[in-house]
């Protein structure tokens, strides 16, 4: 009888740093890899723009993240300092907002009290698509949300650094048999 083997979690290669003014942070504790739990490791620290990047690489790669009256928050009474948050974001090598809201829920008229319409809203963030290289990224719950961050995070960790590594490795390698 063949039993199969006991796998545990999948490690994160890399740790999430959240930064501290982040009021409600997400905790990556139920993000899953074929099957399997990952654990992430998050770090509390400062950073200079977005709420999630990744340590060591804190200038170069960020995520802000948004709820839906936040994002409605933002664009009214906080626009002039997101627009220099998105200023900061667009120098950085891969920036992304993400909302945890679909586009249909952005569009609809909010459940809480506001005086800008969700075209208004809307508009303000194809706008914004446009003068900026942050991508926007909507999600249909704050769950959603959470795991599009960390696949943002991986997916960069992935291209700049895991990619990167094995192709030295792999010149190295070809190098090394050409001279024995």
Known sequence: MRTKPIEGPVVA???????????HPYTFEDITAGGRPVEVTTILAGLRSGDY???GHEDAIAV???SLQDLYGTLTA????FERELERLGEMRFSAVVIEASWGEIAKPPMFATKVSPASIVGTIHAWQQRSPTRWITADNRRLAERATYDVLRRYWIDTVEKPRKAAATVEEMASSEHP
């Open 53 to 55: 990047s990744i340590q």
């Open 64 to 66: 802000e993240r948004k």
């Open 78 to 81: 906080g626009r002039d300092r």
């Open 13 to 23: 290669p890399f740790a999430v740093v959240i930064d501290t003014r982040e009021q």
